[in-house]
């Protein structure tokens, strides 16, 4: 198609959440995290928990690619379908959320005990017609989102604390 990138815009962050426990300081062995079990996020929950030192991608597995069986870990990795992770939290110890599902069930970003900070790749692409590029709609749109009033609704709002911050404003 003729589609181009107008803007990137944050996606809300992984994170990892618990209502079991009070910090990931209480983590031990044999314990439960949930994951998305969708083979594309599989790895960037691999890579999140890499991060946090809490799993060891195998050697010679590239990191992007990891999945559940390409790790070592001392927690016990559950994978479930990713909205449903939120809704349970009581089933397990631990839990990787995309922010998305987490304020779609009501809670805030801002109850993780860490949140990864995308790459690019995982930022949302706005896209329009070619040809529509440069229209004053689009135009305004993108002035409207760079804008400093927007800029400090996400940063005032406490849904959007903890949204990766883009490019243009750091």
Same mark, same amino acid.
């Given at each position: =198609?003729?589609?181009?990138?107008? +803007?990137?815009?944050?996606?809300?962050?992984?994170? $990892?959440?618990?209502? #079991?426990?009070?910090?990931?300081?209480?983590?031990?062995?044999?314990?439960?995290?949930?994951?998305?079990?969708?083979?594309?996020?599989?790895?960037?929950? +691999?890579?999140? &928990?890499?991060?946090?030192?809490?799993? /060891?991608?195998?050697?010679?597995?590239?990191?992007?690619?990891?999945?559940?069986?390409?790790? /070592?870990?001392?927690?016990?990795?559950?994978?479930?379908?990713?909205?449903? $992770?939120?809704?349970? +939290?009581?089933?397990?110890?631990?839990?990787?959320? @995309? !922010?998305?599902?987490?304020?779609?069930?009501?809670?805030?970003?801002?109850?993780?005990?860490? &949140?990864? %900070?995308?790459?690019? #790749?995982?930022?949302?692409? $706005? /896209?329009?017609?070619?040809?529509?590029?440069?229209? /004053?709609?689009?135009?305004?749109?993108?002035?409207?989102?760079?804008?400093?009033?927007?800029?400090?609704? +996400?940063? =005032?709002?406490? %849904? @959007? $604390? !903890? @949204? =990766?911050?883009?490019?243009?404003?750091?």
């Amino acid at each position: =198609s003729d589609l181009v990138r107008l +803007m990137y815009i944050p996606s809300a962050p992984l994170g $990892i959440y618990s209502d #079991k426990h009070g910090s990931l300081d209480d983590i031990q062995a044999g314990m439960s995290i949930s994951l998305p079990n969708e083979p594309n996020n599989i790895p960037r929950a +691999m890579m999140f &928990l890499a991060e946090l030192g809490l799993i /060891t991608v195998n050697e010679g597995v590239d990191p992007e690619q990891a999945m559940d069986t390409d790790v /070592t870990s001392d927690y016990e990795l559950v994978l479930i379908d990713a909205p449903q $992770i939120i809704r349970s +939290m009581g089933d397990v110890d631990y839990g990787v959320s @995309f !922010g998305n599902h987490v304020i779609a069930a009501g809670r805030k970003l801002s109850e993780s005990f860490a &949140l990864e %900070d995308p790459a690019k #790749k995982y930022q949302i692409i $706005i /896209t329009v017609r070619e040809d529509s590029l440069d229209a /004053t709609w689009a135009q305004d749109l993108k002035a409207a989102w760079e804008s400093d009033e927007f800029r400090q609704f +996400m940063e =005032s709002d406490p %849904d @959007f $604390i !903890g @949204f =990766s911050t883009p490019d243009y404003r750091r």
